[in-house]
């Protein structure tokens, strides 16, 4: 079906009103920085929280949050929860 693809026109409408306002990243609770260049450490990425490839809905925005796009590579298809804390270090 071409609304769970993510170049749909469903998916890119979810995307936009999730990153509206320029939430904090829903992984660490750090700022996303939202001129960063695509697909970079920092920059702006819309996390699936249930898993894409485990049946989570691709245009559903309570399924999406904004993410730094490395804190939502490293966490993959992984089920952990988002934690809004600060890094250990």
Not at 28 to 34: D, H, W
Not at 61 to 89: I, K, M, V
Request: charged share 25%.
């Amino acid at each position: 079906m071409a609304s769970d693809r993510l170049d749909s026109r469903a998916y890119r409408t979810a995307r936009k009103v999730v990153l509206d306002g320029h939430p904090p990243c829903c992984r660490c609770g750090l700022p996303i920085n939202y001129d960063a260049i695509p697909k970079t450490r920092w920059a702006p990425s819309v996390e699936h929280l249930q898993a894409r490839s485990k049946g989570g809905d691709v245009t559903d925005p309570s399924n999406l949050a904004a993410a730094h796009f490395g804190c939502n590579s490293a966490r993959g298809n992984r089920d952990t929860p988002p934690s809004r804390r600060s890094r250990p270090w």
